[in-house]
């Protein structure tokens, strides 16, 4: 008898110490596999999963595959459409293991909405209110306002929202162009003509399809009642120049005091399409409001160029804004692993992609030789690792007198808003105002004084007051 309990007792002991074994093991596999995602994969997907430059991993939706052997050959050979490389050189089989365990423990853990908005955030010079100006939105990408009591808001798969006195209109607006949506593409920028009382001009940029190829479009219209209406084509690529890719669009709009529109499309992952003037993308353009090309562009009359470029060489430039106390353009746009740039663009002039660059492959591998060369402009500041730079804006209101002529610039990667001091075109200081609230995809001074910031993630938009 006493051995039978002795036996049994033996088996339980085992049976803890194998089970306490495997957890140990898994354990390992997560806290190895979680090095491994911060080193090679939030760059990309963001610390938390929840998407940077790349698509969210935080909601289970694997567009090339969710089983472990598609994980796999993902990681391993890369997504040449989206601009994933291969990782087989640098991860082995047991590290690609690692992640995929880590990954999937992840999505056990994870609580439906992790982020939480504070209602007063503390800066270095003020007290700052934080109020829900908008939600329920489905991917929000850019925001532009009419008037003090209404903006309007894109939806990345292809709406034109309106809010009107702080609420979100039920219908969308009717007629707008079809986009393509898909990855990085959809319906992005949303620009009012500067001179809206008296033309009623509206401008967008999407993602826009020929023959399963796509490439960046511009056009503008004008909204009756609920109706997009008088469309006109300001920009679209001859069809040679639309690509398979379907990431970077760049697609921000801005206008200076003479007249110009400007505009990015970033390198559409082509990188050594960014010093070809002859095709439109990695690059900025200028062209009239009305889609004409300017008499002092750049590149007008030069055999094979497209004559709207006015400067090249940019990877994804995702935010513009023009200086309005010098009119000068300043612009942020995405590295790789490392390098997001901010830098200020003049007429003709090359900003190194893909020759120069202060980031790396997503694979840690070696980008560009150089990181500086003679006739390539170095960026004003550039931030290693990246930040997933993405919308810009001057502070023009009188809310707070303090930031006027900052730079705000939004963050998709870590989730933050930062304000930078300039002075003499330099970047002098900068300071992280709001974090964690979610992916920030746009910022905005609105026409009230306040500062919009556009939440890609989890589809809202804040409105920063100061408090004191």
């Known amino acids: ?54 698509e969210s991993l935080a909601d289970s939706e694997w567009k090339f595959g969710s089983d472990d052997e598609s994980i796999v050959k993902n990681i391993k050979e890369g997504i040449d459409e989206l601009s994933m490389p291969s990782f087989k ?18 999505e056990k853990n994870r609580k439906p909405n992790d982020h939480k908005i504070i209602d007063v955030l503390e800066t270095f010079d003020y007290s700052v209110n934080v109020q829900l100006y908008a939600e329920g939105l489905e991917e929000p990408w850019s925001i532009d306002f009419i008037s003090p009591q209404k903006a309007l808001v894109t939806e990345k798969p292809g709406r034109l929202r309106l809010i ?19 990855n990085q593409g959809g319906l992005l920028d949303v620009a009012v003509d500067p001179d809206y009382s008296e033309n009623g001009w509206i401008y967008l940029s999407f993602s826009h399809e020929i023959n399963e190829l796509a490439m960046t479009k511009i056009v503008r219209g004008k909204i009756n009642g609920n109706q997009w209406v008088n469309e006109e084509t300001l920009f679209e690529s ?5 690509l398979e890719t379907r990431h970077h669009y760049g697609s921000r709009i801005v206008f200076d005091d003479d007249g110009h529109l400007y505009f990015s499309i970033g390198d559409r992952g082509k990188r050594n399409h960014a010093q070809d003037i002859s095709r439109p993308n990695g690059k900025i353009h200028r062209i009239n409001k009305d889609g004409s090309i300017p008499k002092d562009n750049p590149f007008r009359g030069v055999a094979r160029a497209t004559e709207s470029i006015y400067a090249f060489g940019n990877r994804n430039a995702q935010g ?6 010098t009119g000068k353009l300043w612009e942020t746009e995405h590295g790789q692993k ?3 740039e901010v830098n200020i663009v003049r007429s003709g002039l090359n900003y190194g992609w893909d020759k120069v660059t202060y980031g790396r492959n997503y694979d840690d591998t070696v980008s560009a030789e150089f990181v500086k060369l003679p006739g390539m402009e170095v960026p004003i500041l550039f931030w290693r690792p990246s930040i997933a730079a993405c919308g ?3 502070y023009k209101g009188k809310l707070f007198p303090k930031w006027q002529n900052h730079l705000i610039v939004g963050a998709l990667k870590f989730e933050e808003v930062r304000l930078l001091d300039i002075e003499n075109d330099r970047v002098i200081h900068q300071e992280i105002i709001l974090k964690d609230a979610g992916r920030v995809r746009d910022v905005c001074s609105g026409p009230d004084g306040a500062i919009y910031v556009v939440l890609n993630k989890p589809g809202n938009i804040l409105r920063l007051t100061p408090s004191n």
């Open 338 to 340: 490392g390098g997001d």
């Open 392 to 394: 810009l804006d001057f």
């Open 89 to 106: 050189k640098v991860l082995s089989d047991e590290d690609i293991n690692n992640l995929i365990t880590y990954i999937r423990q992840e």
């Open 320 to 325: 513009l804004a023009i200086e309005p106390s």
């Open 238 to 242: 001859p069809p040679q120049y639309y």
């Open 164 to 182: 009107e006195n702080g609420k979100l209109q039920g219908a969308p607006i009717e007629g707008i162009p079809k986009v393509l949506f898909e």
């Open 1 to 54: 008898m006493n051995r039978y309990f002795v036996s049994i007792a033996g088996l339980i002991g085992f049976a803890f110490l194998t089970y306490f074994l495997l957890l140990s093991s898994n354990e390992k596999k997560v806290n190895k596999g979680e090095v491994l995602y911060k080193e090679y994969c939030a760059t990309c997907h963001g610390a938390m999963h929840q998407g940077g430059v790349s």
